[in-house]
């Protein structure tokens, strides 16, 4: 039998300020935790000449898949002037079995993911505006509701641009800002004045960036042509990368707490571009998405992109939490998170087949609050 309270509907006043202070309290003890995470998770930053890396920690030390050769795929970016993303396929056993996830010891990135290709697509179709029409950043005529979106991919693929792709797995979105930066900005390779641009993929797991990540950047700068169809040295495209593409293997919180000291990351902790596919699949990583956007976007400037499932069903996942993970920090009153500034977010586009989950593309930005 159901029993229902009306005893508080004549407050309802009373009862929104208590849920603003219970958000602010949620908010304040999952930041804290947060930061103490910061301060005691290991992550291992290398770049494409790395030949092996140090595991993260004991456990995942012990998970040890069986990989096999690798298939080449690519993926259409449905349009005619973008060239397709290519990619490899590890052949692989994980742990006796073939599984999706493991939390904590596997997160998925031997796998495409649906939200990748997404991510993909769209970030492909902004880099054609900006390069194959006269459209200006402000132009109001032309796809108001992308004009923040536009701005930081064009600056995200300019010289000085910075890019981060979170989650990243086979990092086939950070692979196209990384191909089409270095495609419109070879000529600064040996300018030792000019400020470069970088794109750093992280992911929780570091063989996946050896027998993935790595390879996906190497293959997708590798015969690049200039817009006038002429070839880009391939000695001048390695020292590019190995000078524009970071691979961090981890815990993100311990790249959080290197973004902004460590030397071989050319950033001041805040990034033009925030990329990140498949990430939101359970309330936890909602919440450490949300809280690396807070602490890494650049402030008015930078986007983040999240490419998403609207919903990750039995473990919690999807659009909504990640909405109410954003709500939740904008509420808190935790250092080092300033009342100056709040995310912004906002679904962008939707994917609805009719017959599948529904995949949603959210943007989040750090705007300072006005006055």
Not at 230 to 257: H, N, P
Not at 325 to 332: E, G, I, P
Request: glycine share 6%; hydrophobic share 35%.
């Amino acid at each position: 039998m159901f029993k229902f309270d009306f005893s508080a509907a004549d407050d309802s006043s009373s009862n929104r300020l208590e849920s603003a202070q219970n958000s602010s309290n949620d908010g304040d003890a999952t930041i804290n935790k947060l930061l103490r995470r910061c301060e005691t998770s290991k992550c291992t930053i290398v770049n494409v000449s790395a030949q092996s890396l140090p595991s993260t920690s004991d456990v995942i030390n012990e998970f040890e898949p069986k990989l096999g050769f690798h298939r080449q795929e690519t993926v259409d970016l449905l349009s005619t002037t973008v060239d397709p993303v290519r990619y490899v396929i590890p052949r692989h056993t994980l742990s006796d079995s073939t599984t999706d996830l493991i939390p904590g010891v596997y997160e998925g990135g031997l796998k495409v993911w649906e939200c990748s290709v997404d991510l993909c697509r769209f970030l492909a179709s902004i880099i054609e505006k900006t390069r194959h029409t006269d459209m200006e950043i402000d132009d109001e005529e032309e796809t108001p509701d992308l004009d923040s979106v536009t701005h930081a991919v064009k600056l995200s693929i300019s010289q000085g641009g910075s890019t981060l792709e979170l989650g990243c797995g086979h990092g086939l979105p950070g692979c196209l800002i990384l191909r089409e930066n270095i495609r419109d900005n070879m000529q600064c390779v040996n300018d030792t004045s000019s400020q470069s641009s970088i794109v750093v993929f992280a992911d929780f797991n570091d063989f996946v960036l050896q027998h993935a990540t790595i390879h996906n950047a190497q293959i997708n700068v590798s015969g690049l042509q200039r817009s006038d169809g002429s070839s880009i040295d391939e000695y001048s495209t390695a020292r590019t990368l190995l000078k524009q593409a970071v691979f961090v293997g981890g815990d993100w919180m311990g790249l959080s707490a290197k973004l902004t000291s460590e030397s071989s990351i050319k950033s001041d902790g805040r990034f033009d571009l925030i990329l990140a596919a498949e990430t939101t699949y359970t309330t936890e990583s909602c919440n450490d998405t949300a809280f690396l956007m807070a602490k890494h976007l650049k402030i008015d400037t930078g986007v983040g992109l999240i490419a998403t499932k609207r919903f990750y069903f039995g473990v919690g996942g999807g659009s909504d939490m990640l909405f109410e993970a954003v709500k939740m920090f904008n509420s808190s009153n935790a250092a080092p998170f300033s009342k100056q500034q709040q995310l912004v977010i906002r679904t962008i586009k939707s994917y609805d087949t009719g017959n599948a989950n529904i995949r949603d593309l959210i943007e989040i930005q750090l705007l300072s609050r006005r006055k």
